[in-house]
């Protein structure tokens, strides 16, 4: 549980963005160590080919904990800026960060099958505190001569019912699968409301991209809630594109304009 020095600094932070929550006690996420085996599925295999589901990559990263220990963590994640020399990544924080270890290697693979090496753009105790918070990371990985796109944000309002596509590498294989939202809920580990919707996601998803159905992003899928008798995939979350902004605010990105 995050500690009251963190919490009143984290408060802090959102007044200064203009924004209150309640506060509801942070719960680390456990990241599951895996092998490394060759990723399949792509983009053609989808029912669209937009600009945001190519911004959809894989993530591995390495990380050390100082005392010859080493576990890795794979995921997903989102291109949301690009600059001459370089573009951002964005993943959920518990993909990057897990107790005891730091990020030795963070290694993105575009919908391509290019590879690429990033960093960690939290680099000081109030965006360490932000991104545990809001359970989000951003990576910076200088630009190639590769194609790189940018997902595009959403326009649209947050309704029951509404058509949802998330994108992502669970089992380190590209995955579209298709539901509906099902309602906006706070849950344990935000002090925010989620995205709650049945578009199946899986262990390495995280990070990956929740589209509309026009392809545009909704926001990011974080966790999902399985059965407790056979594990079965009931419903996910994602973190929804208001607080992706919001964090993004604190690395001068105004993404969507």
């Known amino acids: 549980m995050i500690n009251p020095i963190k919490k009143r600094i984290f408060i802090a932070l959102l007044i200064l963005l203009g924004t209150s929550f309640i506060w509801l006690p942070i719960v680390n996420a456990y990241v599951k160590n895996e092998s490394t085996v060759p990723p399949v ?78 960093d960690l753009m939290i680099d000081n105790q109030i965006l360490d505190i932000a991104s545990y918070s809001y359970d989000l990371a951003l990576i910076k990985v200088v630009r190639t001569e590769t194609l ?54 899986s262990q390495g998803s995280s990070g990956g991209a929740l589209l509309d159905s026009t392809g545009y992003l909704l926001g990011l899928n974080k966790s999902v809630t399985t059965n407790v008798v056979d594990g079965s995939f009931v419903s996910a979350q994602a973190i929804p594109l208001v607080k992706i902004k919001e964090y993004l605010q604190l690395f001068n990105i105004a993404y969507g304009g």
Not at 95 to 102: A, E, L, P, R
Not at 167 to 185: A, C, D
């Open 148 to 201: 790189i796109e940018v997902a595009l944000p959403s326009s649209k309002e947050i309704t029951l019912g509404m058509l949802v596509h998330s994108i992502g590498y669970p089992g380190k294989e590209r995955k579209f699968t298709s539901g509906n939202v099902l309602q906006m809920e706070e849950i344990e580990s935000l002090p925010f409301e989620t995205i709650v919707h049945n578009a199946e996601i």
């Open 41 to 118: 599925g792509s983009i053609e295999d989808e029912p669209f080919s937009n600009q945001s589901s190519k911004a959809v990559t894989m993530i591995e990263v390495t990380l050390n904990n100082g005392s010859g220990g080493k576990a890795l963590s794979n995921g997903s994640g989102v291109i949301i800026e690009l600059t001459a020399t370089d573009f951002y990544v964005l993943t959920n924080y518990h993909v990057v960060s897990i107790d005891g270890y730091y990020p030795e290697t963070i290694k993105i693979m575009d919908y391509l099958g290019n590879y690429y090496y990033g």
